[in-house]
C-alpha cells in the first residue's frame, strides 16, 4: 500500500485548498480511503472517508457545509476540496487506507482516527487569519 499526499500549503482565512492522495498497491474498489487530520496540540479527527470505489463517502458533520471530497477511479485518486478555510483548519492532513469490505465508511472512519489502516506522510496545511 502506498499514498502520497499533496496539496497543502498556506492559505489566507476564507481561501481553498485541494488536497489530492494517490495510492497505488491495493485494489482501490476494496478499500476505505480517508483523510484524517491533526491539529497542532491535539489529537486525530476524522475529516472524510470514501468507500466502494467512491460510492459511499462520509464527511464530518462539522465541515461538511466546506468541504467535499471526490474520487477519480482512473487514478486510483482521492481529492479533498477545502473551501472557506478557517485558522482551526490548520493541520496535518493524512490521507488512510483499510480495508473496506464489510464495514460503512462511518466505522472506517471511527478506526482510522484511532489509527488504524496505512497512513501516508501527511500533507501541512496552515491558514492564517
Known amino acids: 500500500v502506498q499514498l502520497v499526499e499533496s496539496g497543502g500549503g498556506l492559505v489566507q482565512a476564507g481561501g481553498s485548498l485541494r488536497l489530492s492522495c494517490s495510492t497505488s498497491g491495493f485494489e482501490f474498489r476494496d478499500y476505505a480511503i480517508g483523510w484524517v487530520r491533526q491539529a497542532p496540540g491535539k489529537g486525530y479527527e476524522g475529516v472524510s472517508c470514501v468507500a466502494n470505489g467512491g460510492n459511499n463517502v462520509y464527511i464530518a458533520e462539522s465541515i461538511k457545509e466546506r468541504f467535499n471530497v471526490e474520487t477519480d477511479k482512473t487514478k486510483n485518486s482521492v481529492y479533498l476540496q477545502m473551501n472557506h478555510l478557517q485558522a482551526e483548519d490548520t493541520a496535518v492532513y493524512y490521507c488512510?487506507?483499510?480495508?473496506?469490505?464489510?464495514?460503512?465508511?462511518?466505522?472506517?472512519?471511527?478506526?482510522?482516527?484511532?489509527?488504524?489502516?496505512?497512513w501516508g506522510q501527511g500533507t501541512q496545511v496552515t491558514v492564517s487569519s
Open positions: 488512510v487506507a483499510m480495508p473496506g469490505t464489510g464495514i460503512s465508511v462511518l466505522e472506517a472512519m471511527r478506526a482510522m482516527t484511532e489509527m488504524y489502516g496505512e
